[in-house]
């Protein structure tokens, strides 16, 4: 079997190499659309729109555009030719990578596939996490060690500042959570049960980390993930709605501010008309981790089975 070493060292040379398709069982994840916010402004691109529209979403595109300096390689093929192809999503809040998620798009297959790694992996090449990771070398940073670790092509990102939800609620109108815990913050009250949220800020109390009593702050950081994740899954579904459309001067500016990615204008229009219809059928693999200490402290790892697997899953993926 080859190591990831000879893998990574393959990937930053050369091409990789798409295995043949394999048969293989996974479970459908009908909830998670992580990535599903940029449907709207899919849509708005590839559908019968002009003028002041479409020059509103080229504005929004180009603010989002941003490079980044990462020492891996990693080629963008063709995506007028429906190309399959892999990117980083990184959800993220302040200097902490909050959702780290490798998704492999391919029309071909008419499916997505998502591989989440826990945020506090620890990676023994960097000394550090995952999370952590994104604080002192970025983006950039995130690729290159995953690149590395999985021995995949990674050819492009996409981060969204999770701090941005509000703004994206107020775009759809309003949305509706479930709550399972009583807490105030920032003057708003928040009761157990099904939530109604409209406007930016008391979006963004209710996604303020909460801690005291009995909740430790390891408790209290993955409550507040769950939170944003239960927002974003509920902004999802609005965002092709009519009312959305009407109001999407607002939406794109939300866009704009809150999201950065190395893909150009011409990528999310070849994407428009090209790989639309992979949102409708995505499966997720969450990497099971392995507590261990490491310099006197205790950190979780991903085993070497679980790092071929992740390999497995995404060249499989990749596969035409």
Known sequence: METRKRRATRVAQTPVRHKKDKKSKKKKHKGLKIFGWIVLVLVLIGGAIGGKAYLDVKKASDKAYQ?????TVAKLPSLKAKSPFSFLFLGVNGKTANDVLVL???PKQNKTTVISLKRDIYLT???TTLKNLYGT????GEIDALQTLLGVSIPRYVQFDMRGLGDFVEAVGGVEVANDTEFISNGYQF?????SLHKSDEVKAFLTKVTGGDVDDEKADAALIEREQAVLMAVIPKMKSVKTVLKYNQFVSAFGDNVKTDLVFGNLKALALNYNGVLGNITKENLKTTKTTIDGKDQIILSEDQVNKAHDRIEEALSE
């Open 125 to 127: 090449s960097e000394k």
């Open 191 to 195: 009761k157990k049960g099904t939530l």
């Open 67 to 71: 490079e980044v300096n990462r020492k």
């Open 137 to 140: 070398k970025g983006v950039a």
């Open 104 to 106: 492999t798009v391919n």
